[in-house]
């Protein structure tokens, strides 16, 4: 499965050079991976036989933290009653090495997001939107974060391992993340200032890919031993429970602003071609259905705030696009045209 590949791959030492030439192939081919863009395929899937990583950093952070911070998005993360979320992060190598942009829902005012001179992957961001994380990959794999203001820049979670795919909590107070800091990558929170991780899984297969509800109070994330499924637990790491279970991979969960549904990727491609198409379960499981039928390796699917719309990136030209479709699958288009690798679209709070 491409996400073991990567992490049994980074078991050895790997150069930056050599890693962002793998990133950017997985982009092109799109699929199984922790969000498409130029990382993906970094974080998908099942992950065990990573060796790698220091067992510096334990998890001295205590559950309360990690609570904390999903509490408090329960509080201020719903989108009731509260402004709901017209735009959205992505980000594209358009201009070069990957960076970070925001766009409005209809396509409207690119703006391109500064990371004090990170390259830039997979964004999340607070349902206020002041507080945005997201991963840059050298060496290895690193989490920052930075205020959309543009007046701070905070080092989040950069050791020696790979940390990656973070989501933080609607609140801005918590960010969740995958490390192999003690060998299979798991998920782990931290407080976005920084501080000790405390970790929330301890799959064998490992676990990837965590995402908040929108209040806070549960993450979706993916494991698995054969095939990766989806499954969710609460905020603390308890309660797991598998959403699906299928011969094919699955990836990338993303809840609806309410809470009730989970987007997520499916695997439909034959003699190892991947070939994602974006699917939505209940989150408290059935109720399954497929919304893209495109066979065009679909990937990165994120709801809008109000719930109307879709986001995912599909390959177009020599690239990958952001796309829009209505949130039962109908009338998909591109909102960008960058004629490059453009994906992992994100709404605050989502």
């Known amino acids: 499965m491409r996400g073991r590949e990567f992490w049994e791959s980074r078991a050895g030492t790997i150069s930056a050079v050599v890693f962002y030439c793998i990133a950017m192939i997985a982009i092109g081919c799109g699929g199984g991976g922790a969000g498409s863009g130029t990382t993906t395929g970094a974080t998908t899937g099942s992950t065990t036989g990573a060796t790698t990583g220091s067992t510096t950093g334990a998890t001295t952070g205590s559950t309360t933290g990690a609570t904390t911070g999903s509490t408090t998005g329960s509080t201020t993360g719903s989108t009731t009653g509260g402004s709901v979320p017209d735009y959205f992060y992505f ?41 945005i994380v997201f991963t840059s990959v050298s060496l290895f794999a690193r989490v920052f974060g930075i205020l959309s203001s543009g007046a701070g820049f905070v080092s989040i979670a950069d050791t020696s391992d790979d940390n990656s795919e973070p989501s933080i909590s609607p609140s801005g107070i918590s960010v969740l993340f995958t490390s192999n800091r003690f060998g299979t990558p798991q998920l782990f929170t931290i407080p976005f200032s920084g501080g000790s991780a405390t970790q929330l899984t301890f799959e064998s297969s490992g676990a990837v890919q965590g995402q908040w509800s929108p209040d806070g109070t549960k993450i979706a994330f993916v494991s698995g031993d054969t095939n990766d499924d989806i499954y969710v637990m609460n905020a603390d790491g308890s309660g797991k429970t598998q959403l699906t279970s299928n011969s094919s991979d699955e990836w990338n969960p993303a809840f609806s602003p309410d809470g009730s549904k989970i987007v997520f990727v499916r695997d439909y491609g034959s003699l190892g071609e991947v070939i994602g198409q974006v699917m939505v379960v209940n989150a408290t499981g059935g109720g399954l259905n497929r919304l893209t039928t495109s066979m065009l390796n679909d990937d990165d699917p994120c709801y809008s705030g109000n719930g109307q719309y879709i986001f995912f990136s599909r390959p177009f030209g020599f690239g990958r696009e952001i796309y829009r479709m209505t949130n039962s699958g109908g009338s998909p288009s591109n909102l960008t045209n960058f004629g490059a690798f453009s994906g992992q679209p994100r709404t605050p709070g989502l």
């Open 91 to 131: 980000s594209s190598d358009k201009d070069g090495l990957p960076e970070l942009f925001k766009l409005n829902n209809d396509g409207s005012g690119l703006a391109s997001i500064s990371t004090n001179g990170e390259q830039a992957e997979q964004p999340s961001s607070s349902l206020d939107g002041t507080k």
